[in-house]
């Protein structure tokens, strides 16, 4: 099948990171963002946790004003991050997993355990016109699950492929990678868009950028940790290229 044109949305949270660990105004999370789109992002991600670890509410309204790409707001699927949401309207709302404890978001998100309570929370924001994608693991009763929603978008968690890539376990890279080619398949015969995140790299985003479902991958740690040694437009400018020579070799499959 001949694939799509892949997206990348960069995430700027650990650029709030940095400066959390100060304090202050610095480094501006927005003007990574702005540099990011200068360098080649499709959109921006960021992330408001319930405890403001990194992305605080003043960065999101600044994005949502400041940005001509579209805005993915990562958030968890409460009261106060709909209504936040739907306030600021971004372009798109990811509903991810959280828990105070993790470093980062750890999974995917408790679909068909959690229908009852996302239900309510996909339909109030996608009244308010805002493209709802859930961060889903990669297993075919999740797709059906996020179908039956009626979430237009899945973001498969990548964190299990890439971790097995970084131990050099080639068995249970390949396994993991088939569970997000078989999840990309199916999701899109189910009329869902197709998206991909967590723990990428350049050396890592290869074969996941080969899927031709796959539509967008949302990347922010390897970049922001890639942009201290390069600087962030270098760094995106690699990841780009890392995902293009990919995708080209994955035309006519």
């Not at 993915?72 to 209504?83: I, K, L, R, S």
Request: hydrophobic letters at 45%; one cysteine or more; proline letters at 5%.
């Amino acid at each position: 099948m001949s694939a799509h044109p892949l997206r990348l949305g960069v995430n700027i949270d650990h650029v709030a990171t940095v400066r959390n660990a100060r304090g202050g105004s610095y480094p501006d999370p927005v003007r990574a963002a702005l540099l990011a789109v200068e360098a080649g992002a499709d959109g921006i991600t960021a992330h408001l946790r319930e405890d403001r670890r990194h992305i605080r509410d003043a960065d999101m309204a600044a994005l949502a004003r400041t940005l001509t790409v579209p805005l993915n707001f990562e958030m968890a699927a409460t009261d106060e991050m709909v209504a936040l949401a739907r306030t600021l309207k971004p372009h798109a709302a990811c509903l991810v997993p959280e828990k105070r404890e993790e470093r980062t978001t750890e999974g995917g998100l408790d679909i068909v355990g959690g229908h009852d309570h996302l239900a309510p929370r996909i339909r109030a924001l996608a009244e308010a016109g805002i493209r709802v994608s859930l961060f889903v693991e990669p297993d075919a009763a999740v797709m059906e699950a996020a179908h039956a929603l009626g979430a237009p978008v899945v973001e498969l968690h990548t964190g299990s492929y890439c971790e097995a890539t970084v131990a050099g376990d080639a068995a249970a890279t390949a396994h993991e990678l088939a569970r997000i080619v078989r999840a990309a398949e199916h999701g899109q015969g189910l009329g869902l868009e197709i998206h991909a995140g967590h723990g990428l790299t350049t050396d890592s985003v290869g074969p996941i950028a080969r899927i031709p479902e796959i539509r967008e991958l949302n990347i922010g740690h390897a970049l922001i940790a890639d942009a201290i040694f390069v600087g962030l437009p270098r760094a995106i400018r690699d990841m780009r290229a890392a995902m293009e020579a990919a995708r080209a070799g994955s035309r006519g499959r």
